[in-house]
């Protein structure tokens, strides 16, 4: 099979591979270029563990293959601190001790991070709709729900 060039920017650095057309999204960022926050859960797009910003719209990058995105802005969850410190989001995140195995945590952020630059100020049930497609095992929502509302109010 022919690989392909393809060009992204990555948490604004420009990155460039050389990749097999069926490969997805998920697999170029975390085997080629070693960006190991998303995380493949179902590889069916059910869990969002591997949740990525494309252009500004939240995508499960297990279902998007990586020639999709050529040319893309891309946010992963290693992109959204800024010189060191955390991103509004990920404060809140600790602050109200929503990070258990922390498995689902960087989707779940970057589902928040999303709605928050969508609607600023939230209710209760825009959040958890924002985040239904993000699936946890360990914190039962409530605590996810609450930093997402507390980075709001940040």
Same mark, same amino acid.
């Given at each position: 099979?022919? %690989?392909?060039?393809?060009?992204?920017?990555?948490?604004? =650095?420009?990155?460039?591979?050389?990749?097999?057309?069926?490969? !997805?999204?998920?697999?170029?960022?975390?085997?080629?270029? =070693?960006?190991?926050?998303?995380?493949?859960?179902?590889? !069916?797009?059910? @869990?969002?563990?591997?949740?990525? $910003?494309?252009? *500004? %719209?939240?995508?499960?990058? @297990?279902?998007?293959?990586?020639?999709?995105?050529?040319?893309?802005? #891309? !946010? +992963? #969850?290693?992109?959204?601190? +800024?010189? *060191?410190?955390?991103?509004?989001?990920?404060?809140?995140?600790?602050?109200?001790?929503?990070?258990? @195995? *922390?498995? @689902? $945590?960087?989707?779940?952020?970057?589902?928040? %991070?999303?709605?928050?630059?969508?609607?600023?100020?939230?209710?209760?049930?825009? #959040? =958890?709709?924002? #985040?239904?497609?993000?699936?946890? =095992?360990? +914190?039962?929502? +409530? %605590?996810?729900?609450?930093?997402?509302?507390?980075?709001?109010?940040?």
């Amino acid at each position: 099979m022919a %690989k392909l060039e393809v060009h992204y920017t990555i948490n604004g =650095r420009a990155h460039e591979a050389y990749i097999e057309p069926n490969l !997805t999204l998920l697999e170029v960022v975390r085997d080629e270029l =070693r960006l190991t926050g998303s995380k493949e859960g179902c590889g !069916t797009g059910d @869990c969002g563990a591997c949740s990525m $910003i494309v252009d *500004g %719209k939240l995508v499960t990058s @297990c279902l998007m293959l990586a020639p999709q995105a050529d040319g893309a802005e #891309i !946010t +992963t #969850i290693e992109g959204l601190a +800024t010189n *060191g410190d955390l991103h509004p989001v990920q404060q809140a995140f600790i602050d109200t001790g929503a990070v258990q @195995c *922390g498995f @689902c $945590i960087p989707g779940m952020i970057l589902a928040g %991070k999303v709605l928050l630059d969508q609607n600023p100020k939230p209710d209760e049930q825009e #959040i =958890r709709s924002a #985040i239904a497609g993000n699936l946890c =095992r360990c +914190t039962g929502y +409530t %605590k996810i729900v609450e930093a997402i509302a507390a980075a709001a109010e940040a």
